[in-house]
């Protein structure tokens, strides 16, 4: 085993507008580097997925916390809610409830663990990668194998046309199954805002993997291409708008459908 370098600091910290914030793990492999989106509204804010729970979120966020926050699961896949354990509010879709609860899954950072099966399976699925699951220690002396992700509370659960209200901001909750059964975006339908979660991203869609389900995706599909979005900030991968939206369901119909 080589010896990985160790990180400067972990999270990436990029202002997308006033009240919009994108946080990333650049020492995470593509697989499991999720956008962690902090929005800020006028009486709370959301902290939409928390990435994979290797360094405190909140510590990290701390200049951007100046208020009660709310840590959205638009799924419970190990990349998207590894730092919930550290809020108070959480909010996750019904379906999705227990998995944030008690984790069946807890994850791994090593590739012994997964095998070299579903290795090969996500090559095919278009994430290679050579070695662990991050390319960088967030500290000296960190072990690999010590990673597990943790039991978080679940305080507020949804389903499909509740609203997520944060004072001068109001999303819709749309549930967008196919890539995990209890998948969500949440829609702002007056600035045409999509935090659309793992639903679609613009990099390899994964619709083959435990709780993926293809033609409840291609319905989820066939529902995003009618969305009058302006712009989709998705659970990996840079944001886009309507045009590649469209291309991207195109390319999935073409694909599945
Ligand atoms: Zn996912
Ligand atoms: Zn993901």
């Known amino acids: ?48 997925d928390t990435g994979m729970g290797i360094v405190s979120l909140r510590e990290a966020a701390a200049h951007l916390l100046e208020k009660d926050v709310t840590a959205v699961a638009t799924h419970t896949h190990t990349d998207h809610v590894g730092n919930h354990h550290e809020f108070e509010h959480t909010l996750v879709h019904e379906i999705e409830a227990d998995q944030l609860q008690t984790p069946s899954d807890r994850g791994t950072l090593l590739a012994s663990v997964m095998g070299t099966e579903a290795i090969r399976k996500l090559a095919k699925a278009g994430y290679p990668f050579e070695g662990d699951l991050i390319t960088a220690l967030p500290h000296a002396g960190y072990d690999l194998a010590s990673y597990s992700l943790r039991d978080a509370p679940v305080t507020e659960i949804v389903t499909e046309g509740d609203i997520v209200d944060i004072g001068n901001r109001h999303f819709e909750v749309l549930h967008l199954p196919g890539h995990s059964p209890g998948s969500i975006g949440l829609w702002e339908a007056k600035t045409g ?65």
Request: proline share 6%; hydrophobic share 45%; aromatic share 8%.
């Open 193 to 257: 805002t999509l935090f659309s979660g793992d639903a679609i991203y613009d990099g390899p869609l994964l619709d083959e993997i435990d709780g993926a389900h293809i033609p409840t995706y291609i319905r989820t599909m066939k529902r995003l291409r009618n969305l009058p979005v302006e712009i989709v900030h998705a659970g990996h991968d840079p944001s886009f708008g309507r045009t590649r939206l469209i291309q991207l369901v195109d390319a999935y119909l073409a694909k599945r459908a």
């Open 1 to 48: 085993m080589h010896m990985l370098p160790i990180a400067d600091r972990w999270f990436e910290i990029t202002r997308i507008s006033d009240d919009i914030t994108l946080l990333i793990e650049p020492h995470v492999v593509p697989l499991m580097r999720c956008n962690i989106w902090h929005v800020r509204g006028r009486d709370r804010d959301l902290m939409i």
